[in-house]
């Protein structure tokens, strides 16, 4: 596959990326606008909207991904703006490291309503338009989590674990109107989850790859699920996690 082909492919369509202000969603949102793609950049930091000033083909929209009244606006901008809607890339995350027994039932809600609420109240919302028009692609940012877990992350496990079901389920649902929906199992990246990005860097080099990624590196699969390159792909997690997810762990 060669950058020239995806360039072309992605050139004139329209997307969603929510989490768009920084890590993988910002690597995704940049990437998208040089493939061509006009993007409505959601994100729950209002530094959304002057994150990409004299970009026409970008709109920023500030919103808490797990609220329904953001997904339906996402949407409804997508088409007023740019008058149709070609991809949805769920990537808004978040994460907590606590044992189970100090879990409180907020700290629960919170990475469910993001992870899975999110992406499922945006997945039904984009596939509203995407199934009448007979064509669309969704790409939902998972983890090695969504097969693997280890200490300290049941919440953010359980959501990564859901979020796969969704993408197939949803898959099962939509190809027979010619949407794909797929998903993207990624390791440590290099960004800002985890407030420190050096815990990331340093937990990345217990992969078999050794290391991290950068977000870029993520861009990229993300943006080749998302077009039409990727036609054959469907219901799939795709890992891009440097091999955690083969590895035994020692």
């Known amino acids: 596959m060669s950058i020239d082909r995806l360039n072309e492919n992605l050139r004139g369509k329209v997307a969603i990326v929510t989490g768009a202000a920084s890590g993988i969603g910002l690597a995704i949102t940049q990437l998208l606008v040089e493939y061509g793609v006009s993007v409505i950049a959601e994100d729950i930091n209002p530094e959304i909207e002057g994150q990409f000033a004299n970009i026409d083909t970008l709109a920023p929209l500030v919103g808490d991904v797990g609220r329904e009244e953001t997904a339906k606006e996402a949407v409804e901008l997508a088409g007023r703006r740019f008058g149709k809607l070609d991809i949805l890339i769920n990537n808004a995350g978040t994460i907590i490291n606590k ?4 879990t409180t039932l907020d700290d629960w809600n919170r990475i469910l309503t993001t992870n ?3 992406a499922f109240l945006h997945t039904r919302e984009a596939l509203r338009v995407m199934i009448p028009q007979k064509s669309g692609a969704v790409v939902n940012i998972g983890s090695y989590a969504c097969f693997q877990t280890f200490k300290t ?3 953010y496990a359980a959501s990564k674990g859901a979020l796969a079901q969704l993408t197939r389920t949803a898959a099962l649902e939509a190809i027979d109107h010619g949407v794909r929906v797929n998903a993207l199992g990624v390791g440590d990246v290099i960004t800002n989850i985890l407030g420190d990005p050096d815990n990331l860097i340093e ?3 217990g992969a ?3 290391r991290a990624a950068d977000p870029t590196e993520i861009a990229h ?3 080749f699920l998302a077009s039409d390159l990727a036609s ?3 219901g799939a997690v795709w890992m891009a996690d440097g091999g955690m997810s083969v590895a ?3």
């Open 153 to 155: 992350i049941s919440a």
């Open 116 to 118: 899975v609420t999110g």
């Open 203 to 205: 937990h990345g080099k």
């Open 221 to 223: 699969i993300a943006a």
């Open 248 to 250: 035994v762990p020692n």
């Open 232 to 234: 054959y792909a469907v």
């Open 208 to 210: 078999p790859i050794q």
């Open 99 to 102: 044992p189970v027994v100090e």
